[in-house]
């Protein structure tokens, strides 16, 4: 059914809001399917394998609410995410309970969206409810028609396509020499804006208002330089080695929450909401002091760069072995640099870690991204190092450092570790 002749936009910002909650809504699935005790098996699954194909479906829910092109049959979705829950020996009522799961955090997500806005029209928050109703009849049918007649795709492709993303990952080591070159240029730049705003002070003549123009000047460039020499020694000590490993038990939960109240203050006026979400308790093993670095580097540069919406903290476990801690901010996306590497269009592709049945676009699934570097007066200064460093400290405490990001719609930097450190 069409969604009915209402103003454009209060959908279009419903669309931006479930878009803005992706991973926090997948995590909230996660938590909720673990926590019903008819789902025992789904534990055992690692993130990638566990989403498989739903972040497609989502796709196609903020395509219907913007009314645009739908890019993918949830049909063919719904078959693919049924064969993958069969190869891991489900129920057939367990897909129909698991996507029930689903499908009640999406309403939920929109009544949310109501409350945070009161003067949106009931018919759109309907037509919405309508919407998932429908998709979530579609994604059954297709689960149910091919959950028992497909084949299973061979370890093959899965090994391939590790091995693929492993290769991306080591030329990443090869860009650190441009890192480095890029930051040397900044930070002349910068050096070259204090020397000519010292030499100006000091000459006869300047108004009251030049010269406060002049020390805002300096005090932004000395402040610039501060940070990237920072962020420069802790790289450095990082590639020498320095950084020790302390393992100790604590609760990433209550870690992850204090994390996001501390900084709650520096939104300051900005049109933006810091969530977080998660399991009430996770306990883990870990480095504390260096998850804590990993996250609050994530959160605070999210912070700064995204001027409006939302900034989403969530984490949640993997199984019994692994956990993870996704930042996910509404800002303006990664700029080219060594960094972006890593980073791949936000789109929805099936996960390395599991089977993939439905064609794919090898021009926006690929993992081959240019190799550019930052250039120089971008607005970021240091941030390749600051995000090299994140990806540093998460070799160091064995944790997976995945990047999306998309120009004007924002980024997710999500870390995977393991649930005690060294039995990775």
Known sequence: ????????????????????????????????????????????????????????????????????????????VGMAHGLHRWHKGLA??????????????????????????????STVILAALEQIARLKSETIKGSATEYDTQKQVTAASRRAGLQQALDQLNQLGQDRS??????????????????GAAFLLNQEGKTEEERTHLTEMLNRNLTNVRT??????????????QESVEGSDFDAAQLLRELVESVQPLLGEKKLVLRADGPETLPVHGDVVKIQRIVQNLVLNAIRY??????SVSWSSEGNYRWYVSVQDSGPGLPPGPMSLLAQQLKPRPDLEQ???????ASTDSLELPPTTLPPGSGQIGEGIGLHIVKR???????????????????IFRIRLPVKFGDS
């Open 1 to 76: 059914m069409a969604l009915p002749s209402v103003a454009d936009r209060p959908f279009a910002e419903l669309a931006s809001y479930l878009f803005s909650r992706r991973d926090a809504i997948l995590s909230r699935w996660r938590t909720a399917c673990e926590s019903d005790p008819s789902l025992s098996g789904m534990a055992s699954m690692n993130r990638g394998e566990f989403n498989n194909h739903i972040p497609v479906l989502l796709n196609t829910l903020e395509q219907r609410l913007r009314q645009q092109t739908e890019g993918n049959d949830p049909l063919q």
């Open 92 to 121: 057939l009522t367990d897909l129909f309970t698991e996507l029930d799961h689903l499908y009640l955090v999406l309403a939920d997500e929109v009544q949310d969206f109501l409350r945070q806005n009161p003067d949106t029209d």
């Open 178 to 195: 441009e890192l480095l070159r890029t930051s040397s240029h900044d930070l002349k730049s910068s050096f070259g804006a204090i020397q």
């Open 228 to 241: 990237m020499l920072v962020q420069l020694t802790d790289l450095a000590r990082l590639e020498a080695g």
């Open 306 to 311: 995204t001027t409006e919406g939302t900034v």
């Open 355 to 361: 089977s993939a049945v439905m064609h794919r676009d």
């Open 393 to 411: 400290l998460c070799e160091l405490v064995e944790a997976a450092l995945e990047v999306e990001t998309e120009a004007g719609k924002g980024s």
